[in-house]
């Protein structure tokens, strides 16, 4: 269903489509490239050999950006690079380049294994990694509720198909709005498409997507 809207649009600006995809996607009479996003090697090999001239690679969800990223570096697109991907996929890698940077940002920590007492005090909001969408993202008040947390998040993380040993990442408390600003970067330049905001932003235990 992500793919549909592209597709659309392309056809009312008269572009010729290749879809890359990991399953079925019935969409009118566009060509489709068998992809596997966990075999990034084998899927650009699929795709270069398929295709010819490209002058743009769009991914339509948060799965297919690494192969995007890939596709785009091999064909010598402009683009976000793997490695910007990979970082934007990854709250410990994120973290550590802003901090790096100077960015500012809460209060972290990195935590692997059991919980433990956070340097940053408490309330303080444990998340992993690696998912999106608020998920697994919870407030911890003391140290019984950031056991409590780190558990399920463990869980969570089972029940997703993602590492057992994924670290958590623990940040201090931030009250007040929730935004989120959606953008387009072109040649270091942001123009700003929307800005969202949460009118009831919840302060906890969990923080669901609301709009």
Same mark, same amino acid.
């Given at each position: &269903?992500?793919?549909?809207?592209?597709?659309?649009?392309?056809?009312?600006?008269?572009?010729? /489509?290749?879809?890359?995809?990991?399953?079925? =996607?019935? =969409?009118?009479?566009?060509?489709?490239?068998?992809?596997?996003?966990?075999?990034?090697?084998?899927?650009?090999?699929?795709?270069? +050999?398929?295709?010819?001239?490209? !002058?743009?690679? /769009?991914?339509?969800?948060?799965?297919?950006?690494p192969l995007a990223a890939r596709l785009g570096?091999?064909?010598?697109?402009?683009?976000?690079?793997?490695?910007?991907?990979?970082?934007?996929?990854?709250?410990?890698?994120?973290?550590?380049?802003?901090?790096?940077?100077? /960015? +500012?940002?809460?209060?972290?920590?990195?935590? +692997?294994?059991?919980?433990?007492?956070?340097?940053?005090?408490?309330?303080?909001?444990?998340?992993?990694? +690696? =998912?999106?969408?608020?998920?697994?993202?919870?407030?911890? !008040?003391?140290?019984?509720?950031?056991?409590a947390a780190m558990s399920e998040i463990r869980?969570? =993380?089972?029940?997703?198909?993602?590492?057992?040993?994924?670290?958590?990442?623990?940040?201090? &408390?931030?009250?007040?709005?929730?935004l989120s600003i959606d953008g387009l970067l072109?040649?270091?330049?942001?123009? /700003?498409?929307?800005?969202?905001?949460?009118?009831?932003?919840?302060?906890?235990?969990?923080?669901?997507?609301?709009?």
């Amino acid at each position: &269903y992500r793919a549909t809207d592209f597709v659309l649009a392309a056809k009312r600006l008269a572009l010729d /489509v290749v879809i890359g995809s990991d399953g079925a =996607l019935p =969409l009118g009479s566009n060509p489709v490239v068998r992809v596997d996003p966990a075999d990034l090697g084998a899927s650009v090999h699929r795709l270069l +050999s398929t295709v010819g001239r490209v !002058d743009a690679v /769009v991914a339509v969800d948060s799965d297919m950006l690494p192969l995007a990223a890939r596709l785009g570096t091999e064909l010598g697109l402009a683009g976000n690079t793997p490695g910007a991907v990979a970082a934007a996929a990854d709250k410990s890698m994120q973290r550590r380049l802003w901090a790096e940077a100077g /960015v +500012s940002q809460p209060g972290f920590q990195i935590v +692997s294994g059991a919980a433990a007492a956070p340097r940053l005090g408490f309330p303080c909001v444990a998340k992993p990694v +690696s =998912l999106s969408a608020s998920r697994g993202v919870l407030r911890a !008040d003391n140290e019984a509720a950031l056991t409590a947390a780190m558990s399920e998040i463990r869980a969570i =993380l089972s029940a997703s198909g993602r590492m057992d040993d994924e670290p958590i990442l623990i940040e201090e &408390y931030v009250p007040g709005w929730e935004l989120s600003i959606d953008g387009l970067l072109t040649d270091g330049l942001l123009a /700003v498409t929307a800005i969202f905001d949460k009118p009831d932003t919840p302060d906890g235990p969990t923080f669901e997507e609301t709009l």
